[in-house]
């Protein structure tokens, strides 16, 4: 066996090993969806060790640590982050098949240039060599972004964000990254949620006016929204979690957020009139600012819910659900239309299985307007690994242009999580080599090296308006 790191890492044929080589490997990468801290990237304070890179926000490392019955104080827990690297040192070498071990490879590679693979074994050394470099390179969140050659971040920040930091960094030429945010109102869509009041009026102060009404906290996310978009945003996020389009009338809207506003329980019928208008109003909002709408489909938040009131949300409890129908997306796109105030969209569906099915919606509702005004989104969460991309390739091309994709996406917590594009770009590679070897793409290469450059890199700056 070979013990080392491979630069043809998922690169199955000659074909795409060639196209990665020559076309893809040097673009520069833009990460239009991440949940990094502005904070951070403002302060661009020096890491201060491995253990803190890895482990500080990433859910991934810690679902797996929880699987091998690691205590939990060793990875969310009080102990210290050096504690915490020996931990998952020890099952690094047993993830075979897991992305993580493929990112902590090529994080290993693409930083610190270490080929060797992490282990109990070689853990202490590892560690002092990183810790090493660390402070000999000064590595803080910026070098990580530079050293990489990420062009432009996108974070995401609720409306009641003052977007302090981005304003900042903004103004500091210092700053070689371009750093954007998105609008993501998901505390103003979850009515049912018991922090729905409280929510309201954190807005109203935001936006400086009373809500006591739908129509007055839409009012409300309008001001926040052309905020943003004063800043530069062109681009929003929405989860949506589970919805089921339900038909209404705005006074069944209004009188499900009045019942919501005084924490009175809502029935299922309510929350999904409330949801389908939310979703709705929105879109036209975003269609009127030039906004690019994502949604986010087929969460199912918190289904530990013990643990989750333990350690918090959005540590690693989430998981999959396919409640959310194509027909109730396609109900909100229709309407939309019907309207003609469907922005550009981008659908991300959590499950595996709806994955042709949203690919096949998506290209129902493109006209004549733009390329791919409707479009599949980048495998996300559980799916951005290597098989997850390549399956949807393979399932999705069928059925949507994969030329026409705006390419990879972190949606990440982790500045050391850049090379996700790089393994999107192999597998991409690989894919279009295989069909070039298999004698199903003979056109000229001209076509595959605009195609490459296009999805990894061209389509996204085109598409934002970037």
């Given at each position: 066996?070979?013990?080392?790191?491979?630069?043809?890492?998922l690169?199955?044929?000659?074909?795409?090993?060639?196209?990665?080589?020559?076309?893809?490997?040097?673009?520069?990468?833009?990460?239009?969806?991440c949940?990094?801290?502005a904070?951070?990237?403002?302060e661009?304070?020096?890491?201060?060790?491995?253990?803190?890179?890895?482990?500080a926000?990433?859910?991934?490392?810690?679902?797996?640590?929880?699987?091998?019955?690691?205590?939990?104080?060793?990875?969310?827990?009080?102990?210290?982050?050096?504690?915490?690297y020996?931990?998952?040192?020890?099952?690094?070498?047993?993830?075979?098949?897991n992305?993580?071990?493929?990112?902590?490879?090529?994080?290993?590679?693409?930083?610190?240039?270490?080929?060797?693979?992490?282990g109990?074994d070689?853990?202490?050394?590892?560690?002092?060599?990183?810790?090493?470099?660390?402070?000999?390179?000064h590595?803080?969140?910026?070098?990580?972004?530079?050293?990489?050659?990420?062009?432009?971040?996108?974070?995401?920040?609720?409306?009641?964000?003052?977007?302090?930091?981005?304003?900042?960094?903004?103004?500091?030429?210092?700053?070689?990254?371009?750093?954007?945010?998105?609008?993501?109102?998901?505390?103003?869509?979850?009515?049912?949620?018991?922090?729905?009041?409280?929510?309201m009026?954190?807005?109203?102060?935001?936006?400086?006016?009373?809500?006591?009404?739908?129509?007055?906290?839409?009012?409300?996310l309008?001001?926040?929204?052309?905020?943003?978009?004063?800043?530069?945003?062109r681009?929003?996020?929405?989860?949506?979690?589970?919805?089921?389009?339900?038909?209404?009338?705005?006074?069944?809207?209004?009188?499900?957020?009045?019942?919501?506003?005084?924490?009175?329980?809502?029935?299922?019928?309510?929350?999904?009139?409330?949801?389908s208008?939310?979703?709705?109003?929105?879109?036209?909002?975003?269609?009127?600012?030039?906004?690019?709408?994502?949604?986010?489909?087929?969460?199912?938040?918190?289904a530990?819910?013990?643990?989750?009131?333990?350690?918090?949300?959005?540590?690693?409890?989430?998981?999959?659900?396919?409640?959310?129908?194509?027909?109730?997306?396609?109900?909100i796109?229709?309407?939309?239309?019907?309207?003609?105030?469907?922005?550009?969209?981008?659908?991300?569906?959590?499950?595996?299985?709806?994955?042709?099915?949203f690919?096949?919606?998506?290209?129902?509702?493109?006209?004549?307007?733009?390329?791919?005004?409707v479009?599949?989104g980048?495998?996300?969460?559980?799916?951005?690994?290597?098989y997850?991309?390549?399956?949807?390739?393979?399932?999705?091309?069928?059925?949507?242009?994969?030329?026409?994709?705006?390419?990879?996406?972190?949606?990440?917590?982790?500045?050391?999580?850049?090379?996700?594009?790089?393994?999107?770009?192999r597998?991409?590679?690989?894919?279009?080599?295989e069909?070039?070897?298999?004698?199903?793409y003979?056109?000229?290469?001209?076509y595959i090296?605009?195609?490459?450059?296009?999805?990894?890199?061209?389509?996204?700056?085109?598409?934002?308006?970037?």
């Amino acid at each position: 066996m070979n013990h080392l790191f491979s630069e043809e890492l998922l690169l199955t044929n000659r074909t795409g090993s060639y196209f990665y080589h020559t076309y893809a490997k040097h673009l520069p990468i833009i990460d239009y969806h991440c949940h990094l801290v502005a904070r951070e990237i403002y302060e661009n304070e020096e890491f201060e060790d491995l253990g803190e890179m890895w482990l500080a926000h990433d859910h991934y490392k810690w679902r797996a640590m929880r699987t091998f019955g690691i205590d939990e104080f060793y990875i969310t827990g009080g102990a210290g982050y050096y504690e915490k690297y020996l931990k998952f040192a020890e099952i690094l070498p047993r993830l075979i098949g897991n992305p993580v071990y493929i990112w902590c490879a090529l994080e290993l590679k693409r930083y610190f240039d270490i080929e060797e693979p992490l282990g109990p074994d070689n853990a202490e050394e590892i560690y002092k060599k990183t810790k090493e470099l660390i402070k000999g390179r000064h590595m803080t969140p910026r070098w990580c972004m530079e050293r990489s050659k990420v062009e432009i971040v996108s974070t995401t920040e609720d409306p009641v964000d003052t977007l302090d930091y981005h304003i900042r960094m903004k103004r500091d030429p210092a700053i070689k990254t371009r750093i954007l945010t998105a609008f993501r109102p998901d505390q103003a869509f979850y009515c049912e949620w018991s922090s729905f009041s409280n929510y309201m009026g954190k807005l109203s102060q935001a936006a400086e006016q009373e809500i006591t009404s739908f129509s007055s906290m839409m009012s409300a996310l309008e001001q926040r929204l052309s905020f943003f978009a004063e800043f530069g945003t062109r681009v929003s996020d929405n989860g949506m979690a589970d919805i089921t389009w339900c038909d209404y009338t705005m006074e069944e809207v209004e009188a499900a957020f009045d019942k919501a506003l005084q924490q009175k329980e809502l029935s299922t019928k309510e929350i999904n009139q409330y949801q389908s208008a939310f979703v709705i109003e929105m879109a036209k909002l975003y269609k009127k600012y030039g906004f690019v709408m994502q949604l986010h489909i087929g969460t199912y938040l918190d289904a530990n819910q013990k643990k989750v009131k333990e350690i918090g949300q959005s540590t690693g409890f989430d998981c999959v659900d396919d409640t959310t129908s194509v027909r109730s997306v396609g109900a909100i796109l229709n309407r939309l239309t019907e309207m003609d105030e469907l922005p550009k969209t981008i659908l991300y569906p959590l499950h595996a299985s709806q994955v042709e099915s949203f690919a096949i919606l998506a290209a129902g509702f493109c006209d004549g307007t733009v390329k791919g005004k409707v479009q599949l989104g980048a495998p996300w969460w559980f799916n951005d690994q290597s098989y997850g991309i390549e399956r949807q390739f393979y399932a999705a091309g069928n059925l949507y242009p994969v030329s026409l994709s705006v390419g990879m996406l972190t949606d990440s917590r982790s500045f050391l999580s850049y090379p996700r594009h790089e393994l999107y770009r192999r597998v991409l590679c690989s894919y279009l080599g295989e069909l070039v070897e298999r004698g199903e793409y003979f056109s000229d290469e001209i076509y595959i090296k605009e195609m490459i450059e296009s999805i990894c890199y061209k389509n996204v700056r085109e598409y934002f308006g970037w």
